[in-house]
């Protein structure tokens, strides 16, 4: 249904007479580009990126390219591209947050911080921060 939606918008906009390029979300790219929906293994568009390999998922630096987006292909591929992934452009602010959140997460998991949260963590309940009075 909402492939039909999106498609109908395509033809509308006459985007393959335009060859305008692509930014959104990465659900709705992946939508676009007819990737299975929901949490799969590889969500990169680009590249072999295992989203459940969490061995290698802070160490290794260089996936696979992706060749090809042919249905079927790795049970990622659902249906054919509706865009042309060349033309394709992810945001950069929800790459940046979502990498500064994978970042945190990581860091709070391995460092020393979180040594001083475990030991610590009434004071982080009773102490809301610095209080400024208003001054009239």
């Known amino acids: 249904m909402l492939r039909e939606i999106s498609l109908g918008s395509l033809t509308k906009l006459k985007y393959k007479d335009s060859g305008w390029t692509v930014c959104s979300d990465l659900k709705v ?4 580009l007819g990737q299975h929906a929901g949490y799969t293994k590889y969500p990169c568009f680009l ?5 459940l390999d969490k061995k290698y998922h802070w160490i290794k630096k260089k996936w696979l390219h ?3 987006l042919k249905p079927g292909n790795k ?3 659902v249906e054919e591209s509706l865009v042309d992934p060349s033309k394709v452009l992810l ?5 940046k947050l979502g ?6 997460n990581y860091q709070m998991k391995e460092s020393a911080s979180n040594t001083l949260v ?4 009434t004071v982080g309940r009773k102490n809301k921060g610095m209080r ?4 009239r």
């Open 75 to 77: 049970n990622v591929v």
């Open 29 to 32: 790219i992946c939508m676009l």
């Open 118 to 121: 475990t030991n610590f963590r």
């Open 91 to 95: 945001p950069p602010l929800h790459i």
């Open 132 to 135: 400024f009075r208003r001054s």
């Open 66 to 68: 992706r060749k090809t």
């Open 99 to 104: 990498l500064m959140k994978q970042f945190v």
């Open 47 to 51: 590249c072999e990126w295992d989203n």
